[in-house]
C-alpha cells in the first residue's frame, strides 16, 4: 500500500463545506484585505497561545522579520540563532542588517544548546532566535536565563510548533515575541501564505502592527518605513475554522507519533525523535536518526513510502552563508543531524494501516541489513 509523506486533501475535506460558505460570505462582502475575519481570528489564535496580543501577517518569514524589526535592531548587531533550521530564520537576521550568529543545537532536543549560548555572545549581542523544530519545544528556560542576565531580546521562532507547550506553558508565548507560519503544510496550515507575531507586550504589538501596514498609524500617515505584510479575510476566515479542530488535531499527531515509538524501539540504530523536558510536542514533524538513513529512504521510496529531510544542508555551509566563513566542522551536531534525520509520514487523516505498514517497511529495511 503505497503511503504518501503528506495528504493535505485529508484535512481540507473535514472543513469544505464550511470554508466555502465563509468564501461565499467574504465574496459578497468583498471586504478581502484584514478587517472582521482577521481581528477574530487575532483574538482567538493569541488566546490559544496564552498571550493578550496576537497580530495576523502574511508569512511565517514576515512574522519573524517584524517582531526582531519590532523589537528593535541597528546595522552591525548580532543575533544569535541555530544552523539546523529552515533559512526563513536566518534571511530575515540578515536582511535586517545585523550579523547572522550561529550556535549549535542540542542531540538531546534538536533544538539551540543553552551550553554553547552564552559563550557566543558579545557586547554587540542583541538577541536571540530559538526554534521549536519539529514542535518541540527549545529549551526556553535557560534560554531565557541568559537572555535576561545579558539583557538581549527573545523572539521564539515557533513556525513548526502550534500548539507545544513547555511547563504546561504554550509556546510562543515563553519569549519576548512569538512568530508562527500557516503555511499549508503546518499543523494549522491556510489556504495560502500565512503568518502571526504574539507578544505579551502591548507596545510591542502595536509596533507590528504598524510595520505590517508601511508603518501606518492612520490612513496615509506613516510613522516608519514598514512593509506590506498584511493577512487577507479568506485565509483567516479558514484559519479560524481549523483553529476550532486544532487539539483534536494535535491529539491525532500525539496518538500516531506513540505508534511509532512503539512500532520502531530498539529497531536496527535508529535514533527516536527527542522531547524536550516538561513539554508537548506539536508532532509537527516525526524525524528519526540512522547511519543509513540514504539505503533506508530508497528502500522505503521503492515501497511507495514518502519521506522526506528537514533539513539535509545546515545553513553554516549553505552557497548563501560562506561569506560568514564558518567551518563545517563548527557545528558538528547540525551536520550529523543533516547526515542522519529522515521525516516519516505523520499528518492529520493517517490511517492506522498507513502508520502500520510504514513501522513494518522500517523494521523490513533492518531486517534485512
Ligand atoms: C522553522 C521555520 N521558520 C520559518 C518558516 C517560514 O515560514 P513561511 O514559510 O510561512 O514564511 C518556516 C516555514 O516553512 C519554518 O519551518
Avoid at 502574511?58 to 543575533?79: H, K, Q, V
Avoid at 504554550?170 to 500557516?182: D, I, K, N, R
Avoid at 560562506?322 to 547540525?334: I, K, N, Q, R, T
Amino acid at each position: 500500500m503505497p503511503v504518501p509523506f503528506l495528504d493535505l486533501s485529508r484535512q481540507n475535506r473535514e472543513i469544505r463545506d464550511r470554508a466555502l460558505a465563509l468564501f461565499s460570505d467574504i465574496l459578497e462582502k468583498s471586504a478581502f484585505i484584514g478587517g472582521a475575519y482577521v481581528q477574530e481570528f487575532e483574538a482567538n489564535f493569541a488566546r490559544f497561545c496564552q498571550v493578550p496580543h496576537g497580530v495576523a501577517v502574511n508569512s511565517g518569514t514576515d512574522a519573524l522579520r517584524l517582531a526582531i524589526a519590532a523589537c528593535g535592531l541597528e546595522p552591525g548587531d548580532e543575533i544569535i540563532t541555530v544552523p539546523f533550521t529552515f533559512i526563513a530564520t536566518a534571511e530575515v537576521i540578515t536582511q535586517n542588517v545585523a550579523r547572522l550568529v550561529f550556535v549549535d543545537i542540542d542531540p538531546d532536543t534538536y533544538n539551540m544548546d543553552p551550553r554553547k549560548l552564552e559563550a557566543a555572545i558579545t557586547p554587540r549581542t542583541r538577541g536571540i532566535i530559538p526554534v521549536h523544530l519539529y514542535g518541540n519545544p527549545a529549551p526556553m528556560d535557560a534560554i531565557m536565563d541568559i537572555a535576561r542576565r545579558h539583557k538581549l531580546w527573545v523572539v521564539e521562532d515557533a513556525c513548526q510548533a502550534h500548539g507545544a507547550t513547555l511547563g504546561g506553558r504554550a509556546v510562543g508565548g515563553l519569549g519576548t515575541m512569538g512568530t508562527f507560519s500557516f503555511y499549508p503544510t503546518k499543523n494549522l496550515g491556510a489556504t495560502g501564505e500565512g503568518g502571526f507575531v504574539t507578544t505579551h507586550s502591548e507596545e510591542l504589538a502595536q509596533k507590528v502592527l504598524a510595520l505590517r501596514n508601511h508603518g501606518q498609524s492612520a490612513r496615509y500617515a506613516h510613522e516608519f518605513e514598514g512593509y506590506n505584510a498584511r493577512m487577507d479575510a479568506l485565509k483567516a476566515a479558514v484559519l479560524n475554522e481549523k483553529l476550532r479542530h486544532l487539539p483534536e488535531w494535535n491529539r491525532q499527531r500525539a496518538h500516531w507519533a506513540d505508534v511509532y515509538y512503539d512500532g520502531l524501539r530498539q529497531v536496527g540504530d535508529l535514533v527516536l525523535p527527542p522531547i524536550t523536558e516538561g513539554a508537548t510536542h506539536a508532532w509537527h514533524l516525526f524525524s528519526v536518526r540512522t547511519q543509513q538513513r540514504d539505503a533506508l529512504r530508497a528502500f522505503l521510496t521503492e515501497r511507495g513510502i514518502g519521506t522526506a529531510v528537514h533539513y539535509p544542508i545546515p545553513l553554516h555551509v549553505q552557497k548563501a552563508y560562506l561569506h560568514l566563513g564558518y567551518a563545517p566542522e563548527d557545528f558538528p551536531v547540525s551536520m550529523e543531524c543533516s547526515r542522519t534525520v529522515l521525516s516519516l509520514p505523520l499528518y492529520q487523516g493517517i490511517t492506522e494501516p498507513e502508520v502500520a505498514e510504514t513501522i513494518a517497511a522500517v523494521r523490513a529495511f533492518f531486517n534485512r541489513s
